[in-house]
C-alpha cells in the first residue's frame, strides 16, 4: 500500500462523494489534508472530524482556488499532492434544449477549475522539485453519450490537460495522471438516474462501486505503482488496475 504519512494533499470537491471518502482514507492513514469545497460549511466539518485543514472553495473562481493552495503551503510547508475532483453533470440536457449559461458553467467548474488547480499549484511543486497532480477524469472523456454534451467535452478537455501536464512537467519531477472510475455511487449518480437519458441512467444502483475504492484508487497513483499511468488515465474497469487497487474484477 502506497505511505500515505505525512503526505500534504489538496482535495477538491471534498464535501461529499469521491472527494470525502478520499479525505477520510488519506486523513486515516497519516495524510495531512486540506479540502475545498462550495460548501464550506461541510468540509469544515469533515476537516473537523478527520483533522484536516479546510476552505469554501469556486473552482470556477481563480482567486479561491489559489487561496486553498496558499493556505496548504502555508499551514503544511508545501504540496505534494492536488486532486482536481470537483465536477458537475446537472442540468443533463441534449444539445438543443440545453442553457447557454448552465452548459458555460460547467465548462467553468469541470475544465477551467483543473486548469486554475494546475497553475495555483505548479510554481510550488517546481520549487520543491516534486508534486503529484490527479485529474478523476470519465469514460466519458473518450465516449459520446446522449445528453452529456458538456461533461463529454470538458472530462475530454481534461484527458489533454493530464497529457500537457506531464509533457510539460514530467522531466521536473512532477507527476500527472488521471483516474476514470467507472460509475461511482454518489450524488452524481442520483442526478443521473432522474434524468432518464442514456443508458447510464438506466443502471440498478448496485452497479456503482462505492466512492471508498476510488479513494483506494488514488492512494494507488500517488505512490510509485502510478508510474505506469503518467500522461493518461486509470480505469477501473480495467482487470488490471482493480488488481493494482485490490478490487473485485469488474462485474464480479
Known sequence: MTDLKSK????????????????RHFAAHGAKVMLAARNGEAVRRIADEI????LACDVSDYA?????????????????????????????????ESDPAAWGHVVDVNLKGVYYGYH????????????????????????????????????AAVL??????????GDLGIRVMGLSPGTVATDMQRDIKASGINPVAQLDWERHIPPEWVARALAVLMGPDGDAYLGTDMSLRTDEARRLVGLPPDGA
Open 120 to 155: 495555483a499549484v505548479l510554481p510550488g511543486m517546481l520549487a520543491q522539485g516534486s508534486g503529484t497532480i490527479i485529474n478523476i477524469s470519465s469514460g466519458a472523456a473518450s465516449g459520446a453519450l446522449e445528453g452529456w454534451s458538456h461533461y463529454c467535452a470538458t472530462k
Open 51 to 54: 483533522g484536516g485543514e479546510a
Open 8 to 23: 500534504r494533499v489538496i482535495i477538491t470537491g471534498a464535501s461529499r462523494g469521491i472527494g470525502e471518502a478520499a479525505a
Open 160 to 169: 489533454a490537460l493530464t497529457r500537457c501536464g506531464h509533457k510539460e512537467y
Open 64 to 96: 479561491q482556488v489559489k487561496a486553498v493552495v496558499d493556505h496548504a503551503t502555508t499551514t503544511f510547508g508545501g504540496v505534494d499532492v492536488l486532486i482536481n475532483n470537483a465536477g458537475l453533470i446537472d442540468p443533463i440536457a441534449r444539445l438543443d
